[in-house]
Each structure stands twice: as structure tokens, then as C-alpha cells.
């Protein structure tokens, strides 16, 4: 059964970074795409990042967000810096078989529980 669990969301001050952590089992990351999104109240899920042989970013975090891996781990990691408030939401991460066309929701079949992150101003 494959399962993932997000952590690392908190509270921070614009301009403040932090690292978000994916921890997978039962499955190998290698053998799927992983997904992080995030998710603001009243707004759709957005994609932030995927990854499997190549990564793509989202303009909206390109150049501040970045996606790490620790295979011996199985855990992907999200570093976030330069922080602001409109990034407040609810941080996924997700996986899936295949590439897909875009980065969708509906392209990921796994999710993880969801982690709170908010930048004051």
C-alpha cells in the first residue's frame, strides 16, 4: 500500500524559508512521479513541482522552491525559500505512475495528509 506523509509546514515571516519533507512507504519513489501542490482557502489544488526522470516547476515558485530527494530515505523534500503570504496554504505532496500530460490532481492516485504552512507579512 503506498502511503506518504508530509511535515515541515509552520509559521514564518516573509522572506523566511522552509524545507517540507515527503516520507513514502510502500513503494519506491524511483518507480513514480512525485508531486508537490499546495492549496489556499477557496482555491484550487496547484501544482507546484513533479518530478520523476526530469522536475518542472511552476512559474509562480520557480527559482525560490526547490525539490531534493533522499533515496536511501524515500523521501522527497521540498525546500521553499524567499517565503511570502500568498503562499499560505496547505502543502501535498502526491504520487503517481505515470508523467502525465500537465501537472494535474487528477493525475496523481496517492496523497499525503497535508501540512499547514503560513507566512505573516
Known amino acids: 500500500e503506498v502511503q506518504l506523509q508530509a511535515s515541515g509546514g509552520g509559521l514564518v515571516q516573509a522572506g523566511e524559508s522552509l524545507r517540507l519533507s515527503c516520507v513514502g512507504s510502500?513503494?519506491?519513489?524511483?518507480?513514480?512521479?512525485i508531486g508537490w501542490f499546495r492549496q489556499a482557502p477557496g482555491r484550487a489544488r496547484e501544482c507546484l513541482v513533479k518530478s520523476a526522470s526530469d522536475t518542472i516547476y511552476a512559474d509562480s515558485v520557480k527559482g525560490r522552491f526547490t525539490m531534493t530527494s533522499d533515496k536511501d530515505k524515500n523521501t522527497r523534500y521540498l525546500q521553499m525559500n524567499n517565503l511570502k503570504p500568498e503562499d499560505t496554504a496547505v502543502y501535498y505532496c502526491?504520487?503517481?505512475?505515470?508523467?502525465?500530460?500537465?501537472?494535474?490532481?487528477?493525475?496523481?492516485?496517492?496523497w499525503g495528509q497535508g501540512t499547514l504552512v503560513t507566512v505573516s507579512s
Open positions: 502526491a504520487a503517481g505512475i505515470d508523467w502525465g500530460s500537465d501537472c494535474k490532481p487528477y493525475e496523481f492516485d496517492d
Open positions: 510502500g513503494f519506491a519513489f524511483d518507480e513514480y512521479v
